[in-house]
Nanobody, 115 residues
Framework: VQLVESGGGLVQPGGSLRLSCAAS????????MRWYRQAPEKEREWVGD????????RYADSVKGRFTISRDNTKNTVYLQMDSLKFEDTAVYYC?????????WGKGTLVTVSA
């Protein structure tokens, strides 16, 4: 299993970024995909997830209404569209899948929200 996040960068408050996570090594279309983030000196926290078909999404209260998760099962990729970014969204963002009872993580992509 391999998960590779991309799309992070520096953005001003109020701006937008779209993160991608390319997956391989498992049948992507059968699994829930999750996004997490870890801010400096804080524990990793769940951001949201999307079901295998892409019909149902859930979000942490801190990002609800600003972030949108989607997926393209033809490209084995899950996305995190982040709008109205705030300083407190600064973190390394990770995608995650539970496959055969094991949690797999990518290496993450850094998002920095700064003026």
């Amino acid at each position: 299993v391999q998960l590779v996040e991309s799309g992070g960068g520096l953005v001003q408050p109020g701006g937008s970024l779209r993160l991608s996570c390319a997956a391989s090594g498992f049948t992507f279309s059968r699994y829930v995909m999750r996004w997490y983030r870890q801010a400096p000196e804080k524990e990793r926290e769940w951001v949201g997830d999307i079901d295998s078909a892409g019909r149902t999404t859930r979000y942490a209260d801190s990002v609800k209404g600003r972030f949108t998760i989607s997926r393209d099962n033809t490209k084995n990729t899950v996305y995190l569209q982040m709008d109205s970014l705030k300083f407190e969204d600064t973190a390394v963002y990770y995608c995650n899948v539970f496959f055969t009872g094991v949690a797999y993580w990518g290496k993450g992509t850094l998002v920095t929200v700064s003026a």
